[in-house]
């Protein structure tokens, strides 16, 4: 049983984002309300980012920036010693730029067609929209 | 290596088109439709180029900017993706031609608008062909499914953006899995670069995490590709939006993913990993005969002939997959043909019922009654991209049928045979209900209508206008041609393109 805890401890990380994601799948599933349903896609797809962010992470590390690689015109740099242990992998954090901008965007064209289907509808809930269909 | 700047070309056309058609919207709106149109004829060249030089001198790396392939985005046009170029683009800038008139029919006040987001799609499209690298493939993925959105809830007013946004929390989340599948990738590789990650992974066979990574990949793939049970978008979405944009998106975007699927079963995963460390062939095949199945018998019970199509295109949706996974170089074969013919069959069947809704405004089976001898020359097409469907030999789809039965027959997948077959009788049960109705039964309710009215003239031939026939009679054309040359297609271009990775299990 401590083996158990001991392994959620170590790599509690995956457990969270596994846990957000399953919330935002719940959320998109189940709720009623579109607006919900939006939010719940939106915690989804901030799980995937925390997941990614995570992954970077190294303990007793820093930000990717080196002192004075720049002074000498750029012939510092290849003089310093650099320790890939030391610094924090960035690559994951810009790619998840790129994912940010990407999940912006899709709850944007989310809220604009949801804002349509009000003007339409007058309703935002799923089973009344379902049944105005029905009536058609 | 060669140096051609055409890879870039092809993307960076469209988006500027895109670009340029935005602001010009502002501006005067009349000049949209000819900047979308160059934009679109100057990527449809450069593929042209791409193929010519890949035919003749082999693989094309592009790097972006000049950065080497590990850390910089590489551009990869080898045999299998300068086709898929070729097509996407000749299918856009034919599209575009074809639906001038019903666009501004359709949407006068959003013209600009629609056309960005037109060009946009396609180059999303023609990136995510190009790309040899992971990360950026899921960022043209997802500039796809974005404009794919909009331009869905273009269509219908009452229903259609309701399609749209359930088509869009199911995209998220097919988008999303794949990113999730690339995460963990990273994490076992610390690569992106397809070339790159496929060497890395050749010793890490057994580890979980990249199964995991394989299945996600896989699963998201799938969902975007509306695989059967993964299917329910799909339909409404294609069948409630404006024609002019189903009859870009239908054709394409789920060709595309099955193009995806291949190029990461090849190039990335490796046939030894799929078929001998996994063994997940024989529980896809099944997936896929259901679908095959299924999406046929769905078809049969539908009464409006835009969602018999979408789930025609379901079944053919099966048809790839399983060929893709059957787990030899025939069933691939006929895979990668069939993503060729299916996208040139399905485009054909969208054109006719463009011209059929642009005529009548509706696409229901009841109105279709005595349609030959209205429009005799787009029911001609609808025949003929029928028979390819169904797989009547001079057409293009006997010859991909053809190379999925003998895959399957090496592969002793009986199941998948009988499910090709079957799905090929219900075809043509399908078509030649349509036909049957509009040949034989005579629109005695339209007659009745133009008697009272006195409207005598309407009762002879009422066609599309020429654009949309013409647009029709060369996809047509190009259905019996794919046919004929399937042979050289399939020597000069697919087996030398299967060969370099060993299918020999």
């Known amino acids: 049983m401590t083996d158990f805890f001991i392994g959620i401890m170590t790599k509690y990380n995956y457990w969270l984002y596994i846990i957000l994601m399953m919330i935002g799948l719940y959320a998109m599933i189940v709720k009623n309300n579109l607006i919900k349903k939006i939010v719940g896609m939106n915690i989804f797809q901030t799980a995937i980012i925390l997941f990614y962010i995570s992954i970077g992470y190294k303990t007793n590390a820093t930000i990717p920036i080196i002192k004075n690689a720049h002074g000498d015109h750029g012939t510092g740099a290849h003089k310093l010693i650099i320790h890939a242990a030391d610094y924090i992998n960035p690559l994951p954090h810009v790619l998840m730029l790129t994912a940010i901008v990407v999940s912006v965007a899709t709850f944007g064209v989310a809220l604009a067609l949801s804002v349509k289907i009000y003007q339409r509808y007058q309703t935002l809930e799923e089973d009344e929209i379902r049944m105005r269909l029905r009536e058609k | ?505």
């Open chain 2, 1 to 505: 290596m060669i140096k051609t700047f055409y890879p870039a070309l092809l993307v960076i056309a469209p988006l500027l088109a895109a670009l340029l058609c935005s602001g010009f919207s502002w501006i005067q709106k009349k000049f949209c439709y000819p900047i979308v149109l160059v934009g679109l004829a100057i990527s449809l060249f450069s593929a042209f180029k791409l193929l010519m030089i890949v035919l003749t001198s082999g693989t094309i790396q592009y790097r972006m900017a000049g950065w080497a392939p590990p850390f910089g985005i590489e551009y990869r046009i080898d045999l299998l993706n300068a086709v898929v170029l070729l097509i996407v683009s000749a299918i856009a800038l034919i599209n575009l031609v074809a639906s001038h008139k019903s666009v501004l029919q359709d949407m006068k006040e959003k013209l600009g608008a629609f056309y960005s987001v037109y060009v946009l799609f396609v180059t999303g499209l023609l990136g995510v062909v190009a790309t040899g690298d992971l990360f950026n493939l899921y960022v043209l993925l997802e500039i796809t499914s974005l404009t794919s959105y909009a331009l869905i809830a273009m269509g219908d007013p009452d229903r259609s953006p309701i399609a749209s946004l359930n088509y869009l929390f199911i995209g998220v989340i097919g988008a999303s899995f794949y990113l999730l599948g690339v995460g963990y990738l990273y994490i076992m590789t610390g690569s992106l670069n397809m070339i790159n990650v496929a060497d890395i992974l050749q010793n890490l066979h057994g580890s979980s995490a990249v199964l995991i990574g394989f299945i996600f990949c896989m699963l998201g793939l799938w969902i975007k590709m509306a695989l059967f049970p993964l299917h329910i978008w799909l339909p409404n979405a294609y069948s409630y939006t404006s024609i002019s944009v189903g009859r870009l998106i239908a054709p394409l975007m789920t060709k595309i993913m099955v193009y995806v699927m291949i190029r990461l079963m090849l190039n990335v995963f490796g046939f030894n990993y799929i078929f001998e460390t996994l063994e997940l062939s024989k529980v896809v095949v099944w997936i896929a005969s259901i679908a095959i199945i299924a999406g046929g018998v769905m078809a049969l019970a539908q009464k409006n002939v835009k969602k018999i199509f979408a789930y025609i295109i379901v079944s053919e949706i099966g048809y790839m997959v399983g060929g893709a996974w059957l787990g030899n170089q025939t069933g691939m074969t006929g895979s990668i043909l069939h993503i060729i013919n299916d996208a040139v069959m399905t485009f054909a069947l969208f054109l006719v019922v463009g011209n059929i809704t642009f005529c009548l405004k509706n696409a229901h089976l009841n109105n279709f009654k005595g349609l030959f001898s209205k429009m005799p020359w787009t029911m001609a097409g609808l025949v003929l991209a029928g028979f390819s469907i169904i797989g009547v030999p001079p057409t293009c789809g006997f010859f991909s049928k053809w190379y999925l039965i003998l895959g399957g027959i090496e592969a002793g997948a009986y199941h998948f045979v009988g499910a090709l077959i079957i799905s090929s009788l219900i075809c043509a049960i399908l078509f030649f209900k349509i036909f049957e109705i509009s040949f034989f039964e005579s629109s005695i309710q339209n007659k009745q209508q133009n008697e009272h009215k006195n409207h005598d003239k309407i009762a002879g031939i009422t066609e599309a206008p020429v654009s949309m026939l013409i647009s029709l009679g060369l996809t047509s054309a190009t259905l019996i041609i794919l046919g004929v040359y399937s042979d050289s297609i399939v020597k000069n271009i697919i087996t030398p393109f299967l060969t370099q990775y060993k299918m020999v299990i």
